[in-house]
């Protein structure tokens, strides 16, 4: 949409004008002046930024298998852009997404990103989901000096100066979740499942140190992993019904989720009667997968749609006014939301677009309106943020029963893990 009064070389010349006219007065009194700063002030590394404009890039699978688990972020990601706009945007300017699909297929996140970053010279990027997505796109943002907002739960053992870690890392889900498991449902032994890629083994190599040898929690009977995508868990289930485990840890990921808890079920392997603890369903799986095939089990996450604070009711409302009356918001989706504002308080905070000086500017970055409750961008680039236990409903929602007293200190490289 282009109008010739808006030509930005005009806008420019008026504007030299005005300011050559204000020269003479003193300049307090005049916020909208530092609100839209000249451009050539505040990206000087060639960024899609114009006089009105910053353009931004959003990649993740709208397709494939992790669609069930991505299109939340999409949309969060959106609501937060939608609303930063409402406000007036960022430095004076709106923000303009450019939206590509990563297509649950890693090379593919990979080529995508190198589009956003090389061709599109987008400012920010939110995207990725899964661990594998995040280490296809790793080295293009290092080399291409992009930065990413990543929303997802992981592993841990990485920092990088071109990414911001928006969910938890594993020192705050895993060890947290365990610890509770043993202390409150007095679990000895644990059978560990995953998907199989990077996050799921990492997880469950960190999950068995912990178990047998840190924490000294008990043992482990069974480890088990499975593609993406997988489907049939009839062998996986034999094996757990022999092991007897006081508590299965799930970090199987995606639509294999559907399959996985409808076949325990249909074993007779339900809440009432075995202790579950899940790292990877949220209430976006939980459409999928059903509350009855859930319900009784748990998940470790920091933020469930049931949070009862301020801050999450305007969020799930506004949510679903965007959405529709029964969106469900899940862990992923609400640390996708934080991305774009944890960008906007670091730009803001910065006077400028440049990545270096985002980055600079990130660490200490306060986020008093996160639905969670309060996060703060800790130097490692991870969010200080709470640790919750959730037990699954039968209706499809989670029903807090456990929360760490104090906000975590993000630690992505915990030592005795590796």
């Known amino acids: 949409m282009s109008h010739d009064h808006d030509d930005p070389t005009q806008h420019d010349q008026r504007r030299r004008q005005v300011l050559q006219g204000l020269g003479a007065l003193p300049l307090i009194g005049l916020p909208s002046l530092g609100h839209a700063q000249a451009t050539a002030k505040v990206n000087t590394t060639k960024l899609a930024v114009t006089d009105t404009e910053v353009t931004v890039g959003q990649l993740h699978s709208a397709t494939g298998t992790m669609a069930i688990s991505e299109t939340g972020s999409i949309q969060a990601e959106q609501l937060a852009i939608d609303q930063i706009n409402a406000m007036g945007g960022i430095l004076g300017r709106k923000i303009k997404v450019i939206k590509e699909d990563g ?4 090379p593919t996140f990979a080529e ?4 956003l970053l090389v061709n599109d010279k987008v400012a920010a990027v939110f995207g990725c989901w899964t661990s594998a997505s995040r280490k296809a796109v790793l080295p293009i943002f290092e080399k291409e000096n992009g930065l990413l907002y990543y929303p997802t739960f992981y592993e841990g053992l990485e920092q990088s100066k071109n990414v911001i870690y928006t969910g938890q890392e594993a020192t705050q889900q895993i060890i947290y979740g365990l610890d509770w498991g043993s202390k409150e449902k007095k679990a000895k032994t644990f059978f560990l499942v995953g998907s199989d890629y990077i996050w799921p083994r990492t997880s469950m190599k960190i999950a068995r140190k912990h178990i047998e040898s840190v924490g000294k929690l008990g043992k482990v009977v069974g480890e088990e992993y499975y593609p993406l995508g997988h489907t049939n868990f009839n062998s996986l289930i034999n094996k757990i019904k022999v092991a007897k485990p006081d508590c299965i840890f799930a970090a199987v990921v995606g639509g294999s989720n559907v399959a996985f808890y409808k076949q325990l079920k249909a074993a007779g392997i339900t809440g009432a009667k075995q202790f579950l603890l899940t790292l990877s369903v949220t209430e976006d799986e939980m459409l999928g997968v059903g509350g009855e095939n859930f319900a009784g089990f748990y998940s470790s996450m920091k933020y469930f749609q049931t949070l009862t604070n301020d801050n999450n009711k305007k969020f799930v409302e506004a949510f679903r006014k965007a959405y529709g009356p029964k969106a469900v918001i899940g862990d992923v989706t609400q640390a996708g939301y934080l991305g774009p504002w944890l960008w906007k308080a670091a730009v803001e905070k910065a006077g400028s677009f440049d990545v270096d000086k985002v980055v600079a500017a990130s660490p200490g970055i306060e986020l008093k309106t996160a639905p969670e409750g309060y996060v703060k961008v800790h130097q490692n680039h991870h969010l200080w943020s709470k640790s919750r236990i959730a037990q699954g409903q039968p209706d499809g929602t989670f029903k807090v029963v456990a929360e760490s007293p104090e906000l ?11």
């Open 103 to 106: 297509a649950s297929d890693w």
């Open 112 to 115: 995508k990103s190198k589009k």
């Open 408 to 418: 975590i200190e993000p630690n992505p490289f915990p030592k005795g893990y590796q």
